[in-house]
């Protein structure tokens, strides 16, 4: 059996996405189906809605509906202190511990010389400008940890040691909940040699 | 820093697919977001268009641009074996694997009583009527290896043992390239109590 052409082109849509396979692309189509038609248009009207109203905020690149962005607007956050994240969804957990309350930088990506990523592809350069003409006093780099949210940290740590007092970046270490006998190598010496008086 | 309201609504869609949550439905969202405004809208016309252009095909309840479908208007196909799946993606595979030709017959569920989904919920009726007015020769039940599937399969059973000459149901036993260490008791006992001779 062919799948009819308009449900083949809704499961390649799926297909699109990160993580979403040929098989649960199809899942997803197939749950469409089962929509009324209200629920498919009001789906569908809510991806045209969010292209429409949800821009990058034009200081820290956090998708916003306002520009300045809540975050950079507010004036109850610390000004001084600046977190720079790969992704703008990275700054969800982050908020949503409560644990910082200074302002964000979305880098939009990590530099990865073999996709053809560098310094020129991110916001790397609207960064420094930040740091120039912003009091900020520490750059805290929260960078994911994989080899190239390390190279994108190591790099901005070469490019702005000059410029800002103090930089530092995200303690590893075992997560919290976790169980020895499950941690990987790298994790278990970058606690040992992290370790802390007790 | 609370979500956008227009990205808080995509991400919520999303969430409402089986076997996706909060996480990845903010994944996704977040992911549209990086979509060019052309793509977003292909996206959301795709999923008008699957609504408008498919239908359940009218005999068989498979979903399809045609009605009669491509299957049940087919003349290649046995049309004297008849195999009940629970959905019409449950087709994919098996037209897939090319191992059956005959026509199928989709129920739209399984029986489950705690949910109220008897047998008027599904199309049993509909069944009923194609035993009487086709020349079906085997019931192929092939509902899922799942408790209601099971209870499914044994109601059909029990409904049409008069009805039809021959009902069959899927084997069960060791899936091919599975390892004897990983096996649940309950596919080991059924293959064992199904061995063949060799």
Chains 1, 2 share one sequence.
Do not use: W
């Not at 949800?54 to 600046?82: A, G, H, K, Y």
């Not at 949210?149 to 270490?173: M, P, S």
Request: charged content about 20%.
């Amino acid at each position: 059996m062919q799948i009819p052409a308009s449900l083949e082109r809704l499961v390649e849509e799926f297909s699109r996405f990160p993580g979403i396979g040929r098989k649960t692309a199809q899942r997803l189509a197939f749950r469409v189906l089962s929509y009324s038609p209200d629920e498919a248009r009001n789906f569908a009207e809510a991806i045209v809605r969010v292209k429409e109203q949800i821009r990058p905020c034009s200081s820290c690149f956090v998708f916003t509906d306002n520009d300045p962005c809540n975050i950079c607007s507010s004036n109850s956050r610390e000004r001084t202190q600046l977190c720079v994240v790969e992704q703008a969804n990275n700054i969800l957990p982050i908020e949503k511990s409560g644990i910082f309350h200074g302002l964000y930088h979305v880098l939009n990506g990590s530099i990865s010389p073999l996709d053809g990523i560098g310094p020129e592809q991110l916001t790397v350069a609207q960064l420094k400008q930040r740091i120039q003409n912003e009091q900020i006093e520490e750059l805290i780099l929260a960078t994911n940890p994989t080899v190239q949210g390390e190279a994108t940290a190591l790099f901005l740590q070469h490019e702005f040691e000059n410029q800002v007092t103090r930089i530092t970046r995200l303690a590893r270490g075992l997560p919290a909940g976790g169980d020895l006998d499950y941690v990987d190598d790298v994790t278990l010496s970058e606690a040992f040699s992290g370790r802390q008086p007790f």
